[in-house]
């Protein structure tokens, strides 16, 4: 029996066979009986969008590759299945980012995926399915990572990856007030789909789990290895949430492995061996106020708040100083940044745009950084 621990940023190695067409073995429910609309290549969306290709399929959403047959240009259409339009506030969030985009178009926007249009379809029953049309990209950052042994990246490609992602999340955050919440390396995907330049730009996709600041946050949010500690214990959290999420990401680009495994035993869980696994690596204690506020305490903590696991690992210098992927002066620099991102308390965590300006990724848009990062790279994967 396969069993379905794969780590943050990897893909299983065995996957479910489908047949192209969307034909279906009489074993299969049809596509509308689990959601999702009933796409088929060669299909015309809404009287305009002609499939060619099933991009990806999630959860709550399939994306389809498309010709305009107006303008001949080609985009991706995310068609959310019907229980995901009636709760999703996606449509919202990218429709205040088109429009902060326009009213402060050198804010961060251009790494961030943008909206061209939107419909609604109906699929058999009545069920109404939101359609998304965005700009197709080319490969993920959990892509690049597979074409290294170590799944390390290159040093310089991991600062120009970082400072973009804080560019996108500083326009967020304070221009369009919206906390991503699911920063991971399939959710990073390079501007280019082919050739040298695929390295050149990086864009944010999925806003399916996002949210506004000024709204009521959910409850639990973000992939595990990955979640801050607030959300953990079930504080009132923000846009620090997503910051949190960078460090970890970063950590991972750096050295192929994740900050936080995900482990658990007998009588503990993966949640459990995470929050526990926090103050040790980033040196601090949890502040009083999260411990006395958090609604999910006492899931984690026993009496006069002791933690019910606590683990003793690296902290963060010592960590990223045992890959050997960093020189001393970039591991001090690096430690200091990850530090700043990596507070417990998220009233002391740096803002995204606090971090640009962290001398680590300072000046990481220059040409010649460019140049710098295609030199060491030596592959360059293509989108087929």
Request: hydrophobic share 35%; with cysteine; proline share 4%.
């Amino acid at each position: 029996m396969l069993k379905a621990l794969w780590r943050v940023g990897q893909r299983p190695k065995f996957r479910p066979k489908t047949i192209k067409g969307f034909i279906h073995d009489a074993g299969q429910q049809p596509e509308e009986d689990r959601g999702y609309y009933p796409a088929q290549v060669g299909d015309l969306l809404d009287d305009r969008y002609k499939v060619i290709s099933v991009l990806g399929k999630g959860m709550q959403s399939e994306v389809f590759f498309v010709e305009d047959s107006e303008t001949k240009k080609h985009w991706a259409v995310k068609i959310l299945r019907d229980s995901t339009t009636q709760h999703s506030s996606e449509l919202d969030v990218l429709q205040t980012i088109r429009r902060k985009t326009t009213e402060r178009p050198k804010c961060g926007s251009s790494h961030v995926i943008q909206l061209q249009d939107h419909f609604t379809l109906t699929s058999p029953g009545e069920r109404r399915h939101i359609c998304l049309v965005m700009e197709r990209l080319g490969v993920s950052i959990g892509r690049l990572q597979e074409d290294y042994r170590t799944r390390q990246l290159p040093l310089l490609l991991v600062k120009r990856i970082t400072k973009q992602l804080l560019k996108a999340l500083a326009f967020l955050h304070d221009e369009c007030h919206v906390v991503h919440t699911d920063l991971k390396q399939d959710n990073i995907l390079c501007c280019e789909t082919s050739g040298v330049e695929i390295l050149s730009e990086i864009k944010l996709i999925d806003f399916g789990v996002a949210g506004f600041t000024d709204g009521t946050p959910a409850q639990v949010a973000q992939p595990v290895q990955l979640r801050a500690p607030e959300v953990f214990l079930g504080c009132r959290w923000d846009s620090k949430a997503d910051v949190w999420n960078l460090g970890c990401l970063v950590f991972e680009l750096l050295t192929g492995t994740a900050l936080f495994p995900n482990y658990s035993g007998a009588n503990f869980t993966v949640e459990s061996f995470v929050l526990g696994s926090m103050p040790g690596v980033v040196g601090e204690n949890f502040p009083d106020w999260m411990l006395r506020d958090g609604s999910r305490r006492d899931t984690y903590f026993v009496a006069h708040c002791e933690s019910i696991l606590t683990m003793r690992l690296y902290n963060l210098k010592t960590a990223l100083a045992c890959y050997n992927v960093l020189s001393e002066q970039e591991l001090k620099d690096c430690a200091c940044f990850l530090h700043d991102a990596l507070r417990l308390d998220p009233k002391t965590r740096g803002t995204a745009a606090d971090l640009l300006r962290h001398e680590w990724v300072r000046n990481h848009d220059d040409p010649l950084v460019c140049s710098a990062i295609r030199a060491s790279v030596s592959v360059f994967p293509t989108q087929n």
